[in-house]
Structures are given as structure tokens and as C-alpha cells.
T-cell receptor, first 114, second 113 residues
Framework: DAMVIQNPRYQVTQFGKPVTLSCSQT?????MYWYQQKSSQAPKLLFHYYDKDFNNEADTPDNFQSRRPNTSFCFLDIRSPGLGDTAMYLC?????????????FGSGTRLTVV | GENVEQHPSTLSVQEGDSAVIKCTYSDSASNYFPWYKQELGKGPQLIID?????GEKKDQRIAVTLNKTAKHFSLHITETQPEDSAVYFC????????????FGSGTQLTVLP
């Protein structure tokens, strides 16, 4: 089945130690998104890629970066994780910008910073 | 920008009863309203959606209603079952908007056996 796959499901990292989260999709969607979801809160959009065009949300900290080497893969890099970055990180895809029907989430990576 | 408010934050119902979750939105140009169910430790899954040219949509035990004038939409779950227990998020989006989905704050639904 076509889907959005995130790895790893759980990640523990030390304060200040760079960490990379992975997302892959078999839907051939043009847009890939990264969300941060803290406990008991709604997902918060960090940034998205439309094809190779990167779009950062205004309030996303510089500590968060992303790479999309090809259509299928997108990575979230946290350069120097702080304790406040402990959260679920969700990857999502959609066919096109401005058309969010068919928006599909992955199962998420639960990141714990210790 | 768009702002979506969702109520209640927690909801407990007896198995077999109905559950209703309400959302309001601020941007009158929003025209697509999905609902997501998120089970513990999993990503949100789309359960139903509605476009602004429709007032109501139903899929088995789940229905969504939309009142464009009042800018609110609601999720209705009938004959609730324990497996309906989860966090439910509403969202709003405007076609052509680069900001994509704006989520409500979520409702923790607990169905008591």
C-alpha cells in the first residue's frame, strides 16, 4: 500500500547532540511537511517542501533544518536539541500545494531529549 | 491567518451514546474541513472531510456538519464503541493557501464500556 513511513519510531538523544529523523513516501506526492506535536497539543507546522522548494514557517527555530534529496525522502535535522524539543515529529504529504485533500500523515517519531 | 477553536478538550461518553465535537474557524475563505483521529503513539488518520459547498456528509457512524454563515463545523459519532476512544482534531484549509492545514487543539474522546 502507498504510504508515508517514518523512522525511527522512537529516538532518544542527548542534549545538544545532533539528530536526524527520516520520512519516506510511496505516494509520489509533490509536497512533504514536517510537524512538531507536543503532548496534548495540536500538530504545529515547522516547514514544507514543494518539490525542491523549501518553505520555512516564520516561527520555526533555526535549530531545525530539513533536506529533501529526492521526491520520496525528506529528513528533519535538529542541530542542537534542547529539552524543549522533546515531542512527536510527524511527516505528512499532499499531492499539491493548496490542495490538501489526500493529505497523509506518517506514524510519527517520538523524540526524547535527555 | 486562520484560527481554529475546538471544544470540548475532553469528552467521556457511555458506549452506545453519541459524541459531538465542535469547531469554529475565523477565515471565511476556508473551504475544506477535515477531521483526524489520532490513537496513542500513532499519526493522525483522516476519518471524514467536508467541502464548503456541502452542508453535511455522512460515513456510517460518523457525520460532519458545516455552517458557513456561523463559521463552525461539527463531528458527530453515533453508537460509540470503545475503539472510538482517541484524540480527534478538526482542521481548516483554504484552496491555494500556502499555509495548508490549521488544526484545532484536539478533543480526547473516551468511550466507557
Amino acid at each position: 500500500d502507498a504510504m508515508v513511513i517514518q523512522n525511527p519510531r522512537y529516538q532518544v538523544t542527548q542534549f545538544g547532540k545532533p539528530v536526524t529523523l527520516s520520512c519516506s513516501q510511496t505516494l509520489n506526492h509533490n509536497v512533504m511537511y514536517w510537524y512538531q506535536q507536543k503532548s496534548s497539543q495540536a500538530p504545529k507546522l515547522l516547514f514544507h517542501y514543494y518539490d525542491k522548494d523549501f518553505n520555512n514557517e516564520a516561527d520555526t527555530p533555526d535549530n531545525f533544518q530539513s533536506r529533501r534529496p529526492n521526491t520520496s525522502f525528506c529528513f528533519l535535522d535538529i542541530r542542537s536539541p534542547g529539552l524543549g524539543d522533546t515531542a512527536m515529529y510527524l511527516c505528512a504529504t499532499s499531492r499539491d500545494l493548496g490542495n490538501v485533500e489526500g493529505y497523509t500523515f506518517g506514524s510519527g517519531t517520538r523524540l526524547t531529549v535527555v | 491567518g486562520e484560527n481554529v477553536e475546538q471544544h470540548p478538550s475532553t469528552l467521556s461518553v457511555q458506549e452506545g451514546d453519541s459524541a459531538v465535537i465542535k469547531c469554529t474557524y475565523s477565515d471565511s475563505a476556508s473551504n475544506y474541513f477535515p477531521w483526524y483521529k489520532q490513537e496513542l503513539g500513532k499519526g493522525p488518520q483522516l476519518i471524514i472531510d467536508i467541502r464548503s459547498n456541502v452542508g453535511e456528509k455522512k460515513d456510517q457512524r460518523i457525520a460532519v456538519t458545516l455552517n458557513k454563515t456561523a463559521k463552525h463545523f461539527s463531528l458527530h459519532i453515533t453508537e460509540t464503541q470503545p475503539e472510538d476512544s482517541a484524540v480527534y482534531f478538526c482542521a481548516a484549509s483554504r484552496s491555494g493557501s500556502a499555509r495548508q492545514l490549521t488544526f484545532g487543539s484536539g478533543t480526547q474522546l473516551t468511550v466507557l464500556p
